[in-house]
């Protein structure tokens, strides 16, 4: 993997001259001059030791910049991998790591020449990375397959990989490097890892926000944890994360809710009755004398004094600052950074300047922080830096990808959510699941992926909806959005096509890969998964239902005109697996109540990815792929065993 120049050389060895190739490194290769004594975490943005260069992750453009903090102007953009989603940098500040999501490695940018020298295969889906304190390791979560890598970095060779529990994302690690600390994204879990072990010696849960009489506070299960920062002293760390409230029906005031949870790095726990939540830490009031609504916290930083703490709200687009000399608390949101989408923020060395990074918009906001007067307030600067030379994405797809991630009541044609409470994504963690059964008004519902969802047919798990303008009611239901429009009537062109390009985005390949299954053998089934495909297609009958490259029938649910059409029901099945909960409609007024629906009979599920997608079954009540076939019942089941059952889900979790 490394660039090396062999050279002839003359050696006088016991007075005979003699010639020999010798190996020398190249200004690629790494140096190892300098150990970092301070704590660090991985992060889309980062800047070197002096402050004078940022680095910032261009998602989905695929690119990483270097901007002069003097200038404010982008000094280079470098190609990199698919999906750049992490950096890391090293000692000696003469690489920079990137973290290629979609290609499956490690980008290398050598920050004199300006340009990737190097790449390092690792694990499925490489998200967080952090190098040691000496820079000769560099540590790798990869989020598909639940382990962490560790690099030579000088051979590229990866030297140990360490399981750790379901979807690793970011990574920090200790000023003396002995611990990293790993947030789970979807359980709440904190696998604390000892580098010198190289083994987790502990898992930290994160506790519940026990229930309130009140369901408009805060309440619920902490997940989607996006990130994990050291506090200045290193004593505590921050997690901006959610908390989702799965006890009562889904309504945008009493379901999600953003938090902050505070560990105690000392005895590796959680400080549960420090947590920061709206209503109580985030308690901002507005010139109404209304608590200013807040959501989808993503990324955290201090001053070094440890005196503030900002926050950036990736939702609802503001950033929030806590006074940490005064109790803790939230004293101020500047409300709508310039920009779409915040999801990294870090401070200049001098402490007076904010750096925000925008992913949707690809550019960099700039705050005044206040510095750390207790009576300075943060405010915006001049006009934001752009990141990228060009956006890749169709200006429609980039619009709808926009739209999805946004909870910024104000910024569209049509409110998407109300008072900033929600986005698309605060259920849909990262595009996907988020592991978690919500309560609605027909019944229990386990959140379902958004992988390939405009190619598997109907609509929800009663394919109650044929046509994706049907979301209008998740929109006013669920996200208390767009409530003055009659369901039951055209909408305006303009708001028509706000769902026109969400599904654009959701219809983009690239949007939302299959993610690749960690079940195969180099890319191939195993003899048992070989196996299970001949009784999937066979003797079990699963096809019957799970057919077609999608692996769903509901493709088929389409009128004479060859459109989908909820007036067919032949492809919504009623297998055993209703619960009390569930409950027959009548239909809704999107369909003018032509739509009706028994409570019992539901939409067949694609398979493709569905390793990924777990809890299984409408309501989530299947832990794992085994129990949600034990419970299938149809006529054309044959008895199956439970070895055959067994290989029936390894080919289950092959498909990609």
């Given at each position: 993997?490394?660039?090396?120049?062999?050279?002839?050389?003359?050696?006088?060895?016991?007075?005979?001259?003699?010639?020999?190739?010798?190996?020398?490194?190249?200004?690629?290769?790494?140096?190892?001059?300098?150990?970092?004594?301070?704590?660090?975490?991985?992060?889309?943005?980062?800047?070197?030791?002096?402050?004078?260069?940022?680095?910032?992750?261009?998602?989905?453009?695929?690119?990483?910049?270097?901007?002069?903090?003097?200038?404010?102007?982008?000094?280079?953009?470098i190609p990199v991998g698919k999906e750049p989603v992490q950096l890391a940098l090293s000692p000696d500040e003469d690489r920079l790591y990137v973290s290629c999501r979609y290609d499956n490695k490690i980008d290398v940018i050598s920050l004199e020449d300006g340009k990737v020298v190097d790449s390092y295969e690792v694990g499925k889906e490489p998200f967080g990375l952090l190098t040691s304190q000496n820079g000769k390791t560099l540590y790798v979560a990869n989020y598909r397959e639940s382990t962490i890598m560790t690099v030579d970095v000088k051979s590229g060779d990866?030297?140990?990989?360490?399981?750790?529990?379901?979807?690793?994302?970011?990574?920090?690690?200790?000023?003396?490097?002995?611990?990293?600390?790993?947030?789970?994204?979807?359980?709440?879990?904190?696998?604390?890892?000892?580098?010198?072990?190289?083994?987790?010696?502990?898992?930290?849960?994160?506790?519940?926000?026990?229930?309130?009489?009140?369901?408009?506070?805060?309440?619920?299960?902490?997940?989607?944890?996006?990130?994990?920062?050291?506090?200045?002293?290193?004593?505590?760390?921050?997690?901006?994360?959610?908390?989702?409230?799965?006890?009562?029906?889904?309504?945008?005031?009493?379901?999600?809710?953003?938090?902050?949870?505070?560990?105690?790095?000392?005895?590796?726990?959680?400080?549960?009755?420090?947590?920061?939540e709206l209503f109580e830490e985030i308690n901002v009031l507005d010139s109404k004398n209304e608590t200013m609504i807040v959501s989808n916290p993503y990324d955290v930083a201090f001053q070094k004094d440890g005196s503030k703490a900002y926050v950036v709200m990736s939702g609802s687009e503001d950033l929030v600052v806590f006074d940490l000399k005064?109790?803790?608390?939230?004293?101020?949101?500047?409300?709508?950074?310039?920009?779409?989408?915040?999801?990294?923020?870090?401070?200049?060395?001098?402490?007076?300047?904010?750096?925000?990074?925008?992913?949707?918009?690809?550019?960099?906001?700039?705050?005044?922080?206040?510095?750390?007067?207790?009576?300075?307030?943060a405010k915006k600067l001049q006009d934001n830096i752009s990141l990228i030379e060009k956006d890749p994405l169709d200006p429609q797809v980039r619009k709808g990808k926009t739209i999805f991630y946004s909870a910024n009541s104000d910024e569209f044609e049509a409110d998407i959510t109300g008072n900033n409470w929600m986005s698309c994504v605060s259920c849909h963690s990262d595009g996907e699941i988020n592991g978690l059964t919500l309560m609605t008004g027909r019944g229990q519902r386990n959140v379902p992926t958004n992988t390939r969802t405009a190619e598997t047919g109907l609509f929800t798990w009663d394919g109650s909806r044929d046509d994706f303008t049907d979301y209008l009611l998740t929109v006013q239901g669920e996200m208390g959005g767009m409530m003055e429009y009659e369901p039951g009537k055209e909408l305006p062109a303009d708001v028509e096509k706000m769902y026109d390009d969400l599904f654009a985005f959701l219809k983009e390949p690239s949007s939302f890969p299959v993610p690749q299954s960690p079940y195969k053998e180099n890319g191939e089934l195993?003899?048992?998964?070989?196996?299970?495909?001949?009784?999937?297609?066979?003797?079990?009958?699963?096809?019957?239902?799970?057919?077609?490259?999608?692996?769903?029938?509901?493709?088929?649910?389409?009128?004479?005109?060859?459109?989908?059409?909820?007036?067919?029901?032949?492809?919504?099945h009623d297998i055993g697996t209703s619960n009390r909960f569930d409950v027959s409609t009548k239909g809704d007024a999107r369909?003018?109540?032509?739509?009706?629906?028994?409570?019992?009979?539901?939409?067949?599920?694609?398979?493709?990815?569905?390793?990924?997608?777990?809890?299984?079954?409408?309501?989530?009540?299947?832990?794992?792929?085994?129990?949600?076939?034990?419970r299938h019942q149809y006529e054309e089941k044959s008895e199956l065993s439970q070895i055959e059952m067994s290989k029936i889900a390894d080919y289950v979790r092959s498909l990609d």
């Amino acid at each position: 993997m490394k660039k090396m120049i062999g050279y002839a050389a003359a050696f006088l060895i016991a007075g005979t001259l003699v010639a020999c190739s010798v190996q020398t490194a190249t200004k690629d290769d790494p140096s190892f001059e300098s150990v970092r004594k301070e704590a660090i975490n991985s992060d889309n943005i980062l800047q070197n030791k002096e402050g004078t260069e940022l680095y910032i992750a261009n998602l989905d453009a695929n690119t990483v910049s270097i901007v002069n903090e003097k200038t404010q102007k982008v000094e280079e953009e470098i190609p990199v991998g698919k999906e750049p989603v992490q950096l890391a940098l090293s000692p000696d500040e003469d690489r920079l790591y990137v973290s290629c999501r979609y290609d499956n490695k490690i980008d290398v940018i050598s920050l004199e020449d300006g340009k990737v020298v190097d790449s390092y295969e690792v694990g499925k889906e490489p998200f967080g990375l952090l190098t040691s304190q000496n820079g000769k390791t560099l540590y790798v979560a990869n989020y598909r397959e639940s382990t962490i890598m560790t690099v030579d970095v000088k051979s590229g060779d990866v030297t140990e990989t360490i399981p750790v529990d379901d979807r690793p994302r970011t990574m920090a690690e200790t000023a003396d490097g002995k611990k990293l600390y790993i947030p789970h994204y979807l359980s709440g879990e904190i696998s604390v890892l000892d580098t010198e072990k190289k083994k987790v010696a502990k898992t930290i849960k994160l506790a519940d926000s026990p229930d309130v009489s009140d369901r408009k506070k805060s309440q619920g299960i902490p997940n989607t944890l996006e990130q994990f920062v050291i506090a200045p002293d290193g004593k505590t760390a921050w997690i901006p994360h959610l908390v989702t409230n799965v006890d009562t029906p889904i309504q945008f005031e009493e379901t999600i809710f953003p938090a902050i949870s505070i560990i105690d790095l000392e005895k590796d726990e959680e400080l549960v009755d420090k947590r920061k939540e709206l209503f109580e830490e985030i308690n901002v009031l507005d010139s109404k004398n209304e608590t200013m609504i807040v959501s989808n916290p993503y990324d955290v930083a201090f001053q070094k004094d440890g005196s503030k703490a900002y926050v950036v709200m990736s939702g609802s687009e503001d950033l929030v600052v806590f006074d940490l000399k005064r109790g803790g608390n939230a004293t101020q949101i500047l409300r709508r950074i310039e920009g779409d989408n915040p999801r990294g923020i870090i401070l200049s060395n001098n402490g007076e300047t904010l750096y925000v990074h925008n992913a949707m918009s690809h550019d960099l906001a700039t705050i005044d922080s206040g510095g750390s007067s207790t009576h300075s307030r943060a405010k915006k600067l001049q006009d934001n830096i752009s990141l990228i030379e060009k956006d890749p994405l169709d200006p429609q797809v980039r619009k709808g990808k926009t739209i999805f991630y946004s909870a910024n009541s104000d910024e569209f044609e049509a409110d998407i959510t109300g008072n900033n409470w929600m986005s698309c994504v605060s259920c849909h963690s990262d595009g996907e699941i988020n592991g978690l059964t919500l309560m609605t008004g027909r019944g229990q519902r386990n959140v379902p992926t958004n992988t390939r969802t405009a190619e598997t047919g109907l609509f929800t798990w009663d394919g109650s909806r044929d046509d994706f303008t049907d979301y209008l009611l998740t929109v006013q239901g669920e996200m208390g959005g767009m409530m003055e429009y009659e369901p039951g009537k055209e909408l305006p062109a303009d708001v028509e096509k706000m769902y026109d390009d969400l599904f654009a985005f959701l219809k983009e390949p690239s949007s939302f890969p299959v993610p690749q299954s960690p079940y195969k053998e180099n890319g191939e089934l195993t003899s048992s998964a070989k196996e299970g495909k001949a009784l999937f297609e066979g003797k079990a009958s699963c096809i019957s239902c799970h057919s077609g490259s999608q692996f769903t029938d509901s493709v088929k649910a389409t009128g004479e005109d060859g459109e989908l059409t909820t007036d067919v029901t032949d492809y919504l099945h009623d297998i055993g697996t209703s619960n009390r909960f569930d409950v027959s409609t009548k239909g809704d007024a999107r369909a003018d109540f032509t739509n009706p629906r028994d409570g019992k009979s539901f939409d067949t599920p694609s398979l493709v990815g569905v390793w990924a997608t777990g809890p299984y079954l409408h309501d989530g009540s299947a832990e794992t792929i085994e129990e949600s076939i034990q419970r299938h019942q149809y006529e054309e089941k044959s008895e199956l065993s439970q070895i055959e059952m067994s290989k029936i889900a390894d080919y289950v979790r092959s498909l990609d």
